[in-house]
């Protein structure tokens, strides 16, 4: 079946722009997860959700990120002012229940100028 | 909150060769232990992951053992093929979902 998609797929930002990363998990999956990896680092976690809850938002780095999963299935992370340090790969990931294994989808690399 | 080291960072082995990545992690709490494999530019894939009431598990090449007591946790890959080559991440979790990765092993497995 299809994976975890995400768009865009690349994405070049002028510092201080706005962006939202999208997020299409497997379907049916109840947990999805944001995360940040940096240019040869491990993923950092940045949020949660169950459904539509947002569960855990303690990774996010400030207050210009934000995310939502309205209706339980996509998600879209959103940045806002963009600043140089907000460069790396944002990576989404599906669970079919909280404790299950969970699939990553290809990554957003944003590049902000 | 969770810490989780990796070594080494970079691991190169003759084809054939077996490969070893150890993990130690700092939270008592954790649970569950993932593996990833990470080609150039491509997404995390899962390889094989273990629970607490498990000290070991092996999937044909690929094995992972658990100490807790220690607080470690190894990948072993045995008959290493060129293909193997990437970056091989840990993760643990105390069940709240979230995970917290090692910083990576780029393994490189030469013909």
């Known amino acids: 079946g299809a994976g975890v998609s995400q768009s865009p797929r690349y994405k070049v930002a002028k510092r201080g722009q706005d962006v939202a990363l999208r997020c299409d998990p497997i379907s049916g999956h109840v947990s999805l997860f944001w995360y940040q990896q940096a240019l040869g680092q491990g993923p950092e976690f940045l949020t949660y959700f169950q459904n539509e809850a947002q569960l855990d938002k303690s990774g996010l780095p400030s207050d210009r990120f934000f995310a939502e999963r309205p209706e339980g299935s996509v998600s879209t992370l959103k940045i806002q002012r963009t600043q140089q340090e907000d460069s790396a790969v944002y990576l989404c990931?599906?669970?079919?229940?909280?404790?299950?294994?969970?699939?990553f989808g290809p990554g957003t690399r944003l590049t902000v100028l | 909150g969770e810490n989780v080291e990796q070594h080494p960072s970079t691991l190169s082995v003759q084809e054939g060769d077996s490969a070893v990545i150890k993990c130690t992690y700092s939270d008592s709490a954790s649970n569950y232990f993932p593996w990833y494999k990470q080609e150039l530019g491509k997404r995390p894939q899962l390889i094989i992951d273990?629970?607490?009431?498990?000290g070991e598990k092996k999937d044909q090449r690929i094995a992972v053992t658990l100490n807790k007591t220690a607080k470690h946790f190894s990948l072993h890959i045995t008959e290493t093929q060129p293909e193997d080559s990437a970056v091989y991440f840990c993760a643990a979790s105390n069940g709240f979902q979230k995970l917290v990765f090692g910083t990576g092993t780029r393994l490189l497995v030469s013909p």
């Open positions: 990931a599906s669970s079919q229940s909280p404790t299950d294994t969970q699939y």
């Open positions: 273990i629970r607490s009431n498990v």
